[in-house]
Each structure stands twice: as structure tokens, then as C-alpha cells.
């Protein structure tokens, strides 16, 4: 039986608890001790919290490791730096996501989303950021790192919900001594996107040892890189036609419902010309350009501070604590505010309005579609009533007229929208933990966390001020003057707007987003003195219990809620929601066998929990779960060990999912089947769309967005019950004592969902009600559930009257990947220097998704599209060469990306609607506008390189050089409609693909 000091156990339990770990000690396999553990002679267990230079060759399952030296050579500023480059991750929010980014930057494990992984700070969890229960990274002290340990799987058994598709645990450095000192600098090629760190972290051991304080201070500031900056994202490029494209809201106004020729087919929206005296002949436009406005990189500035401390007072006995402080602001800029497609009413003697608009607008002909297509033409108002109405300025007067239409402007004069995110963020733990017997120890702790998060919304033209300022019949009073209305010139060439119009009509708005949460956590752990027969080592366990308590709100002012901020995406509401947890949990590692042939090791780990959750609603909803594990790992000989690992999860729904009202934002879609002249050919499918709200009179002139975006409606739902998933992983780790210095990994990964918490894409939304029109389908609810621009019979327009694609929350969705994960390192002396080599990579052979048993069941792994957001390629590799001199290091990061191409489902869903529309060459390799550009279906493979040096000046001072993508590489151009506008920004992937160029950094650390 293995013995330890009340000291050592003091160590162990000290030790972050990670997945595999079991929360209890376990067998080190290794060649030699790991340098640096200071464990007393009869302490021969290697614990998370020693200088464990590769975990993934301790456990039964597998762990990837990210050391503080590798973050040192690659330097990494934040934590979403760090987590980039690790194969497995897919890219999620973060400083590249500028148009979708809330202030915050999330991991997504395996693709399966930023909401069913956990993010642990030395094994605990700290207050999410947000209502969907996510950690921001932004809050990680990078300074402090001492390792990064990532485990894919289902680890709810030991960490309770969220953790389906596995945890992400930052290692922080334990009793750090004397003064160290970072500061560092980074800057493109290009001269721009600057960013600056610097920290300073102190520490000290007290009392003999028996105690240690460190506290760490950062501070990080960042320069935003505009798109507009770089050759590829200059211009906004369509995705299907591949022309210079951009936004349907631009600049002169676009109007609905004009006929400038007065003739019976003469009905469209027209754009004012240049020179604001008419509008356009014809409904061609000129697209607004927004991608100059837009950035690659967010600004970002944060403020830090960590401090922790331990203390034993007395041989049992040890208290210890942990706060963590950090401030930040995250800015994202996008193109200026407007109006975009709203409903106004503007009189007809409207002082602005030219001779020409003016008649555009009477001549709009009202004769049924019918009587349209048979010739027949019927004006609005005659050309008499038109010029009465010219001058009649008074309401109550019998020739005043107005007219309806769906206007779009870009409020150019006014500037970008910015949205300011500050963040504030505590979080503090107190606990105190012991020996109970030599090998039996106790953990008890609380801890209470709160982020406060205030998004400052500013440049947004008010919608309803707008309408107001358009009632005007002089160029100095409205018709309603109650708030100091200015008149609107909304009918003059760009640069029309005066700087009085946009004080009028620009009002900033405010969304606070709190959230706490509270734990407290009670452990035993340690072994029971007897061994199995067969084995030398003592069956060790881990008992316990868990409390939590989340709360959330959203609290927005009445703008935000209103939904009255031009191009904000819809109405922020108010939110406010808690649960309750309590659980119990328990596990035990069994040595079976040990020191036999062909068994030198054959240990099983086992783990249950069970979890009661309660809802904070007047229906109080409740659920108990119960999650489990079992694996185990042999050790036939020296060198070589086989692991596995079966885990049934469980994932409660978060205070979003349950509590966010139903309401109407964006999304994106590539082809709406319901526009062009589609509906002109198919009775059936006009019918359907009519059906959803499109005007009879809209048909066969409905269009699609040039953005790229649709409306949807979509929430809550308190009936939602928690989500399982089965994962198990099975591997090899070979460590050959012929070939010292050499160890590999090699592991397969399974993760199956069910009763998974989604919605449906759009692509889904829009396949369950057009992919077989028939007669009936106008009374689907699968069709009438989507709801139409009730002016244009378009998609998108005014989220208050134009709900669109119908996304419900449900219990209904399946989620599944699978793939391999490996390892390669070897480090050996060549005589002149060091050489490490070190090799991480994922092969992911799928990753489906499929909204309800009647939906598509989609793959995404290789593919991109609208559907398929964030990029997650078949294979992706990160590899690191080191030679290490005396006074110098020198590194080279191969990063792999493999290729990946437009998913081939959205491909046949535009082949199907170039072939309705009537398209000329509806192919695969057509190229007039009604499917992708051929050019923007593939992606090749991507290597990127980073080159590093590295020089220890002194003992006390050393001075980091890095060239990051060294190659200058470029980003493929795949237009800006082709994916979801969160990931495909600037005509590119930036969170995939480099978009900032080569850049390059400095650091320097002292010492003392």
C-alpha cells in the first residue's frame, strides 16, 4: 500500500482536479520523475498539480497539454489565443468575430457548441459570462498559466452539467516565489492592429513553507484592423454572382412601390439617383459596401488582477483562497445604422421630395396582378390629385395624400455603429481541506463569482423617428413637433443628411447582462488501505457532494426593447431566470492487477453523480439526472498502455434556453425560394408564399437580401428537459524505453446526443416547407409558420412586422462526431543543442446534426455553408520543432488545415432553385448569379508557420522574437453570403484563416 505525510496529502489535495484524475491520485507512467516534484520518498503519486509535462501519458483518458512555455514561444495574449491552436477546437466567438460578437470569447470542443463544455480554472468553475451559462476567456489570467489541459468527452460524472463534450482546465502556477515581469508588443505588417501586454505577477513562500501568496496584475490593449484595410475585403463580394455586391440598404434611399415610367409593369423599388432628382428608371442599384467599416480584429482592453494564498495552520489542517478581477471593454464596429426596409407613411408634399419622385409614387399602378399581366394599368392618384396633393400641407385639407413604402437608407452622414462592451468580473473561493488518516484526505470550499456586463449601443438611427421625420410638410416643423422633430431629406443624394437630421434621429441605448454564481463543495478522497488480490496499490476513491446557484438577467432600456434601433437585429427584452442544484457524486479507482506478466498494470475507474435540479419559475420546473462513468487502462509492459473510457452525460437547459422570450433577429440564408420569378411558373409554390404573407402584388419581384440575411423568430422554452449524450474513447499511448525521450498517443473519440437542446437551421426551416410544394402546402404549418415582410413579401425588412424563419427551441435535435486524436514527441540531445519535436492532431471523421426526426441530418465536418457556420476541417495538425542552446531557442509552429468545400446539400438546394427559378444554366458550374460562384466552393488546405526566438540575455532576463505567419499567407476569398455572417466576414473565415497577415512580436520577462 502507498503511504503519504499529512504534508503530501496536504500537496495532493491541493492538486486541480481534473477528468481522469478521478479527484483522486493515480499511477504515474513514465520513464523517469518528472523534474521539478519536490514529493517526499514514500510519495510516489503523480498528481495534476505537480510539473507534469504531458498528463495525456497518466490517465485513462486522454488529456492534451498546452505549457506555459508553449505560450511563451507562440505568444499568446489571451486565452482564445491559446485554445486557436489546438487541433479539436473549433473556432468559436472571439476577437475575429466582429459583426455577432457580444463582448465576450467562448470555446467550442469538437463542434458541438460553446454551451456544452465547461472552462475550469484549476479544476473550478467561475460565474459564466452570460444567460447561455458560457465562460468568457477574456477573464483568464494568461500570466499565471502554467498549463492548459484539454479533455473531450463526457465529463458531467465529475463536473456536473455542461461538460458533454468535455473541459478545458487552466493550470495555474502553485507556490510561485520572487517577482517576474512580461511586457510585450505585437503589430502587423501592415502597421495596424497593435497590441500591447504587460504583467507582473509576485509571490512568496512564508512561515518555513508552510504558507505561500502570489498575486498577479495585467493589463492588455488592442487596435482594431479594419477590413477595409486589407486587398481581399476591401469591396464586398457576392457569393453567387462573384460581382462587387453588398447591402440592399445603401445610399441615395431605396423606395418600395414607385413607377417612374407610368406604365403597367412599371412597379419596383428604385433607388434616387445620384443627383437626388428622381429615382432610377430601372431596379438596379448600387449596393452599399460595409466591409471598409468592419474589422478583423475587435479592440479589446482589459484590466486583471489574481491573487491566491495558502496557509497550513496546523499538520492537518490547510486554508487556502483564490480571487480573480478583471475589467474589459470589447468594441465591434460595423457598417452605419439606417432604416432598413421599414413601413412609412410620407406625404406627398413632403418638402424634400422632388416633381419627379413625387409622380414615381403616384403612378404606382393598383390594378390586380390579373389586370397587371393582361396590360391593364390604373395610377394611384391621377397626375391632378398628384399635383394637389403637391401643395396641400395640412391633414384636414381633402387634397392631402400620403403614401406607403418600404424605405431603406444608410445613415452614411451619422458614421459606424459601435457596440461597447464592458465587462466587470469577481470571482472568490475560500476552503479549507486536511488529512483525515495518512491516505485519506478532506476538501471543503465555497466560492461566489458575479460578472456585470454593460453593452453601450451607439450610431443607431431610431426607426420610429425616422417615420416621424418623414411627416413633413416644410423643411422646418414636422407634423408631430412634441420631441423637437427636424424634417428628414430623405429624397437628396448622399451626404443629404445634416448634422441636426442625425441628432434628431441617432439616440445611444443600454443592455446590462448580470450573472452570479454560488458553490459550495465537499470531498473526501483517498484510498482504504487494502489493495485487491493481484495488486500492490490500494483501491482509491473520492466522495462528495455539490450546490450551486446561477442567477441571470437582461435588463434593457426601452430603445433596446423596443426593437427601434435601425439594424440592431431586433429587440433586445428583458430576461431574468435562476436554478438550483444539488448533487452528490462519488468514485473510485480499482487496481486489479499490477506487477504480472503481461500485466504489469490493469486499473478500472468508475464514477456516478446524481444531480436535482430546480428552475426559478412559477411552473418550477425540476429534473434529476444521473451521469456515470467507467474506464480503465492496461499496461501489458513497459512502454506501452491501452485506455478507454464509457461516459453517459447529461445537460440541464441554461437560463437562456428556458427564460428567453420569444423575438424576431437575424440570421443568414443564401436563396430565398420564394423570390425571382420562381412563383410565377409554380401555382402551388406562389400560393405558399402568399400564404406567408406576400402580397399578391409582390409575386415574381421578391428578392433576395443582398447581405446574406433573413429575419427569424425564435426562445425560450420551459418545457425543455435536460439533454444525454454516450461518449466513450478508446487509445494507445506508447512510450518505448529502446528510444528514450519518445512517447505517442493515439485515441478514437465517440460522442453521441440525444434529446439534444437545438434549433433548427435555416436551411432546415426552409427544406421542411418548400423541399415537396403541393397543394396543400400552403396550409402546412411548416409554411405558415414562416412570415413575410408584409410590404415586400421579403424575408427581412422591420423585425416588428417581418418575424421571417420560424427557429424553435426543442428537445428534438440529434448531435454526434466521432474521430481520432493524436501524439507525437521526442526530445534528444544532438550534441550542439536540444531538440524537441512535438506533434498534436485531430482527425474528425464526422459531426452531424439533425433539428428533428424530420429534418435533414446534416454533416458539417469539411464543409461550410449557412448551415455549417464555424469551419471544421477533416484533418488539423499543429507541429513544433525546438533546438535549445545555452543562451538561445529557436522554434518553428507548423500549423495544418485541411482543405474543406461548400457543403454539398446547400449545393443541390440552389441546383433545385436555379432549375425552378428558370435560371440559364442551372449546373454545377453555373455562372449567372443563381447558384455559388464555382470559384467559391473549395478552400484548399492552409500552412501556416510561426517562427520563434528566443534569448536568456541573463538568469534574470529573457527576450522573445516571433514572426507569426511567416509566410504572409492569405485568406481564400469566398464572397460574403456564402456562411453565417458571425464567421464569414470580409470575404473570408478570419476566425479560421489568418486574415491579419504577417505580424510580428516582442516580449521581455525579468526575473528577480
Known amino acids: 500500500m502507498k503511504t503519504f505525510s499529512k504534508r503530501a496529502l496536504l500537496r495532493a489535495s491541493a492538486a486541480p482536479a481534473i477528468l481522469g484524475a478521478s479527484l483522486i491520485a493515480t499511477a504515474a507512467f513514465a520513464q523517469e520523475a518528472p523534474q521539478g516534484a519536490e514529493a517526499e520518498a514514500t510519495d510516489t503519486i503523480v498528481v495534476t498539480g505537480s510539473l507534469i509535462k504531458n498528463p495525456n501519458l497518466e490517465r485513462s483518458t486522454p488529456v492534451t497539454a498546452t505549457s506555459a512555455d508553449q505560450i511563451e514561444l507562440k505568444q499568446n495574449n489571451t486565452a482564445e489565443d491559446i485554445l486557436r491552436e489546438i487541433p479539436g477546437i473549433v473556432p468559436s466567438i472571439g476577437s475575429a468575430v466582429n459583426n455577432g460578437n457580444g463582448g465576450a470569447s467562448f470555446v467550442d470542443l469538437r463542434g458541438l457548441g460553446s454551451n456544452r463544455n465547461i472552462v475550469l480554472l484549476d479544476g473550478d468553475r467561475l460565474v459564466p459570462a452570460e444567460l447561455n451559462g458560457r465562460f468568457d476567456l477574456n477573464n483568464i489570467p494568461v500570466a499565471l498559466i502554467e498549463r492548459v489541459e484539454t479533455l473531450t468527452g463526457g465529463a458531467s460524472t465529475t463536473y456536473g452539467a455542461d461538460a458533454i463534450s468535455g473541459v478545458v482546465n487552466f493550470i495555474t502556477k502553485s507556490d510561485f516565489s520572487g517577482l517576474e515581469g512580461t511586457i510585450s508588443n505585437q503589430l502587423t505588417e501592415q502597421g495596424d492592429g497593435n497590441y500591447f501586454r504587460a504583467d507582473v505577477t509576485m509571490g512568496a513562500n512564508f512561515d518555513d513553507g508552510k504558507g505561500n501568496a502570489v498575486f498577479s496584475i495585467g493589463y492588455q490593449q488592442s487596435d482594431p484592423v479594419y477590413q477595409g484595410d486589407r486587398s481581399f475585403s476591401i469591396f ?81 489542517v490547510e486554508a487556502y483562497t483564490r480571487g480573480i478581477f478583471s475589467k474589459n471593454t470589447v468594441k465591434t464596429i460595423i457598417a452605419p445604422s439606417g432604416i432598413f426596409g421599414a413601413a412609412v407613411d410620407i406625404p406627398l408634399s413632403n418638402p424634400y421630395m422632388t416633381a419627379a419622385q413625387r ?37 384636414n385639407d381633402p387634397n392631402y395624400r400620403e403614401v406607403t413604402t418600404a424605405m431603406s437608407r444608410r445613415a452614411t452622414e451619422l ?18 481541506r486536511g488529512g483525515i488518516t495518512d491516505t485519506i484526505s478532506w476538501d471543503v470550499s465555497g466560492a461566489y463569482g458575479e460578472s456585470e456586463q454593460a453593452q453601450t449601443q451607439k450610431g443607431y438611427w ?17 407634423l408631430d413637433t412634441s420631441n423637437g422633430c427636424v424634417p428628414l431629406n430623405a429624397f437628396g443624394p448622399d451626404g443629404s443628411i445634416t448634422p441636426e437630421m442625425n441628432a434628431f434621429l441617432n439616440a445611444n441605448s443600454q443592455v446590462v447582462t448580470k450573472t452570479s454564481l454560488a458553490q459550495a463543495n465537499a470531498t473526501v478522497s483517498g484510498d482504504f488501505g487494502w489493495a485487491v488480490p493481484f495488486a500492490s496499490d490500494a483501491v482509491a476513491f473520492a466522495i462528495g457532494g455539490e450546490y450551486r ?55 478500472l475507474e468508475t464514477g456516478i453523480r446524481y444531480s436535482s435540479y ?23 509492459v513497459d512502454g506501452f498502455k491501452i485506455r478507454g473510457n464509457y461516459a453517459h452525460a447529461v445537460r440541464a437547459p441554461n437560463i437562456a434556453e428556458l427564460f ?109 416547407c418548400f423541399d415537396n410544394i403541393t397543394a396543400s402546402s400552403a396550409t402546412d404549418s411548416a409554411c405558415t409558420s414562416i412570415r413575410r415582410n408584409p410590404l415586400t413579401g421579403e424575408l427581412f425588412g422591420e423585425s416588428l412586422t417581418t418575424p421571417g424563419l420560424s427557429l424553435v427551441t426543442s428537445n428534438l435535435g440529434k448531435l454526434s462526431t466521432d474521430g481520432v486524436d493524436f501524439t507525437l514527441n521526442y526530445q534528444t540531445d544532438v550534441g550542439f543543442a536540444k531538440l524537441a519535436l512535438s506533434l498534436l492532431g485531430t482527425w474528425t471523421n464526422s459531426n452531424k446534426f439533425q433539428a428533428t426526426s424530420a429534418s435533414y441530418n446534416r454533416e458539417c465536418v469539411g464543409f461550410y455553408s449557412v448551415n455549417c457556420a464555424s469551419i471544421q476541417p477533416e484533418w488539423q495538425f499543429s507541429q513544433r520543432s525546438t533546438l535549445s542552446f545555452e543562451k538561445f531557442d529557436i522554434s518553428l509552429l507548423w500549423r495544418y488545415i485541411d482543405s474543406v468545400k461548400y457543403e454539398p446539400k446547400q449545393l443541390a438546394d440552389d441546383l433545385a432553385a436555379a432549375e425552378v427559378a428558370g435560371c440559364s444554366n442551372p449546373t454545377t458550374t453555373d455562372e449567372d448569379g443563381c447558384m455559388v460562384d464555382p470559384e467559391f466552393r473549395k478552400i484548399k488546405a492552409e500552412h501556416y508557420f510561426d517562427l520563434t526566438g528566443r534569448f536568456h540575455v541573463s538568469d534574470e532576463i529573457t527576450i522573445t522574437l516571433t514572426a507569426q505567419n511567416l509566410f504572409d499567407n492569405k485568406p481564400k476569398v469566398v464572397g460574403n453570403t456564402i456562411g453565417s455572417t458571425s464567421y464569414n466576414s470580409g470575404n473570408v473565415y478570419p476566425s479560421t484563416y489568418d486574415a491579419l497577415g504577417r505580424r510580428y512580436a516582442i516580449a521581455a520577462k525579468f526575473r528577480f
Open 359 to 395: 409622380n414615381a409614387f403616384c403612378q404606382r399602378n393598383v390594378a390586380t396582378p390579373t389586370q397587371i399581366a393582361a396590360g391593364v394599368y390604373t395610377p394611384l392618384y391621377t397626375q391632378a390629385e398628384c399635383d394637389a396633393a403637391a401643395v396641400a400641407t395640412d391633414p
Open 462 to 478: 431610431l426607426t420610429s423617428r425616422v417615420r416621424q421625420a418623414l411627416q413633413a410638410t416644410s423643411t422646418t416643423d414636422c
Open 660 to 768: 428567453a422570450p420569444v423575438s424576431t433577429a437575424l440570421t443568414n440564408l443564401g436563396t430565398d425560394p420564394c423570390s425571382g420569378s420562381a412563383p410565377l411558373n409554380d401555382a402551388n409554390l406562389a400560393a405558399v408564399c402568399i400564404a406567408q404573407g406576400a402580397p399578391a402584388s409582390t409575386i415574381g419581384a421578391i428578392t433576395n437580401d443582398p447581405a446574406g440575411q433573413v429575419n427569424y423568430t425564435g426562445g425560450g422554452n420551459l418545457d425543455l428537459k435536460p439533454e444525454k449524450s454516450n461518449s466513450w474513447t478508446i487509445g494507445a499511448v506508447f512510450q518505448p524505453s529502446g528510444l528514450r525521450g519518445f512517447s505517442a498517443t493515439v485515441d478514437y473519440f465517440n460522442i453521441k446526443i440525444k434529446d439534444a437542446i437545438t434549433s433548427p437551421t435555416p436551411g432546415d426551416a426552409v427544406a421542411a
Open 614 to 636: 430546480s428552475v426559478d419559475a412559477p411552473s418550477s420546473p425540476s429534473y434529476k439526472t444521473t451521469t456515470w462513468k467507467a474506464g480503465g487502462s492496461w499496461t501489458p
Open 549 to 603: 446557484k446561477y442567477a441571470a438577467s437582461q435588463e434593457s432600456d426601452l430603445l433596446s426593447q423596443s426593437g427601434d434601433l435601425g439594424g440592431a437585429g431586433g429587440a433586445a427584452p428583458n430576461i431574468s431566470g435562476g436554478y438550483d442544484v444539488y448533487e452528490a457524486f462519488g468514485e473510485l479507482i480499482v487496481p486489479l492487477v499490477q506487477d504480472k506478466p503481461f500485466f504489469q498494470d490493469l486499473t
Open 236 to 316: 464586398n463580394v457576392d457569393s453567387y454572382s462573384g460581382a462587387i455586391g453588398g447591402s440592399g440598404t445603401a445610399t441615395p434611399s431605396r423606395f418600395t412601390g414607385t413607377n417612374p415610367s407610368g406604365t403597367a409593369t412599371g412597379n419596383g423599388t428604385r433607388q434616387v439617383t445620384a443627383d437626388g432628382s428622381a429615382f432610377r428608371p430601372t431596379t438596379a442599384f448600387d449596393a452599399f459596401n460595409f466591409n471598409p467599416y468592419n474589422v478583423f480584429q475587435t479592440p479589446f482592453e482589459r484590466f486583471n488582477m489574481f491573487g491566491a494564498a495558502r496557509y497550513e495552520i496546523s499538520d492537518a
Open 415 to 432: 458614421g459606424p455603429r459601435i457596440s461597447e462592451f464592458t465587462t466587470t468580473f469577481f470571482d472568490y473561493k475560500l476552503g479549507f
